[in-house]
């Protein structure tokens, strides 16, 4: 009781302190005057910005991290406390967030390998561009898929001249430093292609004509530089010592590799700032819509990427701009889903009936903190095929799940298969190519020192727990009482008193599953069990 009242107080502290910020912003005017849109995406970040620190209360990772550029949107907009990617996998993400629909209603751009764009599907930034938006993008939109980029135009409104070394950031960084350049001068000349690339594409519009750009870095995804949290960004692995999520073994070799995902994001911070400064310096901070967020959990961990539990699904979302009363902490549960309708609404356009997605317009005009919309209480994620099969046949590995304030309760579909892929074989491999090859074993989980650290202690009874937590098969349903479990770790699905809450669940899931045409559940036969949503993606 006494944490949770403290939890209330520091909640409480951080709405006061982001008021204090509030500015007065004017609402969209004529069509002339359509807002610029600018949507910061990063490759693999959850849930982890210093903003969320004040959040969530002390004693967790965000503690650690720093990001100064994204806390000031986060103090001049909304910072959405509850908001969630549709599939915790990038292709399947990135066509839910892009079309503005359920992944499950994308075609074959709801698995990763194989994945095809149909170009029926409407695209809210193909939709800009036909509305008279300039329309750009940096490095990585929705992929890998066929064609690439589909569904932003694919290549054609591409801004990467300047180059993309951004992307590698603690593998360049650490290279140049090698070779004698400062650290300050080696990350400037990586925020050097990051300016260059967003200023031409500033200049290639015509005289007053909106732009709508994706900066999509990819830094945050695998791999990095081992050791590089520290040594690019001053990140003391032993500093979050007591402070890493329930599932993860908190030794030093998991420490030092979730600080250097840290200093990813905060990479990630950085080109956001310079993505301000340019604005700024041409005068175009007042008309931009500002959102900035990430495509799922993080990777190479147990229960993030690929995982339906809040590691896996959880991102930051953080809304700034014109006709946005800054200040505000929003409790709504939403998914990435509601930017496509939300980037047409703030243009002026009206989305088209086939999204799902509702416009989050309505909460960000708001002036409130806490619940603002009271229909945005519970949303829904889910997963079919990721890089790995189950078993032989590439067949997937079918994941449901709803999420409301106090529980999270998963199907899994098809339980006898084992979540992240292929179990170890008679050979085992070494702990070496673990961390070298993500095919080694459980390939939906990427490689890393992680994965590499508990398939060594797989033998070990101390760490047995973490290693079923983490690649262990799941029983059909899964149901997490959140404000006990905050973690997810101790499934209750079973428990006699859980029992109306189950039912519950299960119905309004499987409701909403059938309501918007999901083939996991429509009659006959199951499309994603057969070609070509299995094999090797091909017809």
Request: aromatic fraction near 10%.
């Amino acid at each position: 009781m006494k944490a949770t009242r403290s939890v209330a107080i520091v909640w409480r502290s951080l709405v006061a302190v982001l008021a204090v910020w509030t500015v007065a912003a004017p609402s969209y005017g004529a069509a002339a005057d359509r807002p610029n849109l600018l949507f910061a995406f990063a490759d693999d970040w959850g849930r982890y910005a210093s903003i969320y620190a004040q959040l969530d209360g002390p004693g967790r990772a965000s503690d650690v991290v720093r990001t100064p550029n994204i806390d000031r949107a986060a103090r001049e907009g909304v910072l959405f406390r509850n908001a969630f990617v549709n599939a915790p996998s990038c292709t399947p993400c990135r066509s839910s967030l892009l079309s503005g629909q359920y992944f499950w209603r994308t075609g074959r751009g709801a698995i990763l390998r194989g994945a095809v764009w149909d170009p029926a599907i409407p695209s809210y930034p193909l939709l800009l561009h036909d509305a008279g938006y300039h329309i750009g993008k940096s490095y990585k939109v929705w992929g890998p898929g066929t064609p690439k980029d589909a569904p932003y135009g694919e290549d054609k409104h591409a801004f990467e001249s300047a180059g993309g070394a951004f992307n590698s950031f603690s593998q360049q960084a650490s290279k140049l430093v090698k070779q004698g350049v400062t650290l300050d001068a080696a990350k400037a000349r990586l925020l050097d292609q990051v300016r260059a690339n967003f200023a031409a594409m500033l200049d290639a519009r015509e005289p007053g004509q909106p732009f709508c750009y994706w900066f999509g870095p990819t830094n945050v995804h695998r791999k990095w530089v081992q050791g590089s949290g520290k040594a690019l960004w001053g990140l003391d692995p032993e500093e979050l010592k007591g402070k890493l999520p329930a599932f993860l073994p908190d030794v030093p070799v998991v420490r030092e590799d979730f600080a250097d995902y840290l200093g990813e994001a905060m990479a990630f911070d950085a080109a956001v700032g310079v993505l301000q400064e340019e604005l700024a310096r041409r005068g175009e901070t007042e008309n931009t819509l500002l959102a900035i967020s990430g495509d799922h959990g993080a990777p190479g961990f147990p229960r993030g990427k690929c995982n339906l539990y809040d590691f896996g699904v959880a991102v930051p979302l953080i809304v700034s701009g014109p006709g946005v009363p800054g200040g505000r902490v929003v409790d709504d549960l939403v998914t990435l889903v509601d930017l496509a309708p939300t980037f047409l609404d703030a243009a002026g356009e009206t989305p088209p009936g086939v999204m799902t997605g509702r416009s989050l317009m309505p909460v960000l005009r708001s002036d409130k903190s806490g619940q603002v919309d009271p229909e945005r209480t519970w949303v829904v994620t889910g997963r079919e095929r990721h890089v790995e099969s189950a078993r032989p046949g590439n067949l997937p590995y079918p994941q449901r799940a709803i999420r409301t304030r106090d529980h999270l309760f998963i199907i899994n579909f098809e339980p006898d298969r084992w979540p992240m892929g292929s179990p170890m074989s008679d050979d085992p491999p070494s702990e070496q190519r673990v961390l070298d090859d993500t095919r080694a074993i459980y390939a939906d989980m990427d490689a890393s020192p992680t994965k590499a650290w508990l398939v060594s202690q797989r033998d070990n009874p101390e760490w047995a727990r973490d290693y079923n937590l983490a690649f262990g098969k799941r029983p059909r349903e899964e149901l997490y009482v959140l404000n006990s479990d905050p973690d997810q770790v101790n499934n209750v699905s079973a428990d006699p008193r859980h029992a109306g809450v189950v039912a519950e669940l299960r119905t309004r899931l499987m409701d909403e599953l059938r309501r918007t045409g999901d083939p996991r559940v429509a009659p006959g036969k199951v499309v994603y069990e057969h070609p070509p949503f299995t094999g090797d993606g091909s017809d």
